[in-house]
């Protein structure tokens, strides 16, 4: 069967919006032989997961899980269990993934209010406190570290003005969890996601989730079900809860891959590890300055795990996809494109988990000046 | 970070309702290196799976993909994506994965006629038949291989009458594909889903789906988006399609094990691989009969992959529960008990994928005399 070998792929140093490189820790752990999804050595790797999520999130959440989906399924659970048809909702969009927020909670049927920020800037707290006191929302989202631009939004001040007005929060936390810190009980968050793929350097597949007590309560009292019978969070209790009572078949390997991803993560030490996104992040804007990339990204405003760049205006159109395939296929170096309205005016350059680290700058630095040369 | 650690856990051999066990050259391609998900190398194995996947399912579907979930997730792809409030439904209900059809086409804001059989039997085509004579439905839906009671449901009539009248086919094959033969387009099927970890024998986490012409064509006609943006077929054909644009991020090591695992089913041939689930569930069978285990279904209508068998009436309450557990802790092999009604009544004895082999039933008769001795 030509084609679907798998015995020899390439080497890849992963400096894209993720998947990030998986350490050899956490590939033994996929390969590990299978186990039942309702055995008791399972179930006891089930509770550490849950527990080291708990952890990572900053949360005494009861339900905090691994979502049987990508990120993508993350913010769709988020969403669909926590907003009901008629619903108002304030998303902020800053990027793809705001805009991605609102596409999903208008098929929940919510009367959505979306306030925008310009790609490369952080949302406005004041503009975010305005449309929340104008339209009286039962739901405010917003992105903590948007993807395709590169930012880091201040979280705070727009989670006390949704608290304040009786709003649930919902916050994206699919880049920033692993890399930077995220404290959903210190911000009064309800409801959060991120996923595997990035900062947790496990392969993508699996979305880490976490929902509040409040959370969990507006869901019961819901007048209609939650549109997804895969995603509804009343039910995935029954399983992720402490009954562990069969609802689908838990992505088993994925999770053992999670367990061993979360042991390293305390082995290092959250604020190590944070300190290491910084230190290699702030190296590869300066790095990369050198060759004539500048940062979307005000410097008080910018992810250290994920950095967008302008292309130098040096550049013919279509020279930065071509330089990309290059870095690619000749040094097996992925770096991201620019995603919806920045697509071929930026590079996302991503450092994040295991890639967070000098030797990856370094590797592209040298590859890129090799090739601009 | 005690609990979390995944170093050496136990030896099974999985014989209950699924997850089975995974070949040690599946588990080597989960620990490949991480690739991008538009790295051309990973894409081209993309191919070779969406190619793999339609022989399998006996199918020229270019919508034919492994969706990022679990099989419950596919049972929603289908009936979501296909289903738009207020259509007329006929759903099957043979056991606990037609009843949660039945949840998740309501949840779809569908008009639900349900045809029951009871635990046990197989559907009538004649009441099916019926039903869709008297409710003109535009999707009829069934379950081809019910996991939780053992039974075969013969698919052509059924089939043909719903196309006789005009509706869509959608076709539960989780515990069916890899160790039946599956054939979408003689059968007329609109549109079927599977999971990995049956008798594909790889871990959970994909669900194996496909889609005729006409049902991307309903899709593309709704009146109202697909409830779920996660699922939305008419967007994942994008990235499963001949585009490879961005949806979301595919689980990367999940689809490498799983070509791993298709290159293995073309390598034994699908005939071959029929009769070695065929042997073995007649040999299963056969064996418990001397210990006091009566099928629950009847012959013709048995699974050969699943095989259910009534506790003996001698055991008394609980005794089943506290054998499967010895044989799980004392042999390492897992069995499954019965599911909603059948719960304490039954087991279940998986022999899926790698798992139907002699070596597993003489293992588990074995243990089982020992222990009943």
């Known amino acids: 069967m030509a084609g679907v070998s798998t015995a020899a792929p390439p080497r890849r140093l992963l400096l894209g919006p993720g998947p990030s490189n998986v350490h050899p820790r ?10 039942g999804h309702l055995d008791p050595v399972f179930l006891s790797v089930l509770d550490g997961v849950q527990a080291g999520l708990r952890r990572l999130f900053g949360t005494q959440n009861r339900m905090t899980l691994p979502l049987s989906g990508t990120g993508s ?36 049927g919510a009367r959505l209010t979306r306030v925008d920020a310009e790609p490369g800037t952080i949302l406005e707290g004041d503009a975010m406190a305005e449309a929340i006191a104008c339209t009286r929302p039962r739901l405010v989202a917003f992105v903590h570290a948007e993807t395709s631009t590169g930012v880091a939004q201040p979280v705070e001040a727009i989670a006390r003005a949704a608290r304040d007005a009786g709003a649930l929060v919902v916050l994206d936390c699919v880049t920033s969890l692993g890399g930077l810190a995220v404290e959903l009980d210190a911000w009064g968050i309800d409801a959060a996601y991120s996923a595997t793929q990035k900062c947790l350097s496990c392969p993508p597949g699996l979305s880490p989730a976490s929902f ?36 689908h078949t838990a992505p088993i390997s994925m999770i053992l891959g999670l367990a061993e991803a979360l042991a390293m993560i305390e082995e290092e030490g959250m604020q190590a590890r944070i300190e290491r996104h910084h230190g290699a992040g702030e190296a590869l804007v300066e790095g990369l300055h050198g060759l004539g990339f500048r940062p979307l990204v005000e410097a008080r405003h910018r992810l250290p795990m994920l950095t967008s760049l302008r292309v130098p205006a040096r550049f013919a159109p279509g020279e930065e996809a071509g330089l990309r395939r290059r870095l690619l ?14 697509a071929g005016q930026i590079w996302r350059i991503g450092l994040m988990g295991e890639n967070a680290r000098l030797t990856s700058v370094e590797s592209l630095l040298s590859a890129l000046r090799r090739e601009l040369a």
Chains 1, 2 share one sequence.
Do not use: K, T
């Not at 926590?82 to 098929?107: N, Q, S, T, Y």
């Not at 296929?329 to 920045?342: A, K, N, P, T």
């Open 73 to 108: 399924a993350g913010m769709e659970a988020c969403l669909v269990n926590l907003l009901e048809p008629g619903d108002p909702v304030v998303i902020g969009v800053a990027g793809v993934f705001g805009e991605r927020m609102c596409e999903v909670a208008r098929r929940a």
């Open 212 to 247: 509040s007590e409040a959370a969990v309560a507006r869901v019961r009292a819901r007048r209609v079900p939650v549109q997804s019978w895969y995603l509804d969070i009343h039910l995935l209790g029954g399983y992720f809860g402490s009954e562990r009572v069969y609802h």
């Open 329 to 342: 296929d000749r040094y097996g170096i992925e770096v991201g494109g620019g995603l919806g309205r920045l």
């Open 26 to 35: 956490v590939r033994r752990a996929l390969a590990q032989p299978m186990l």
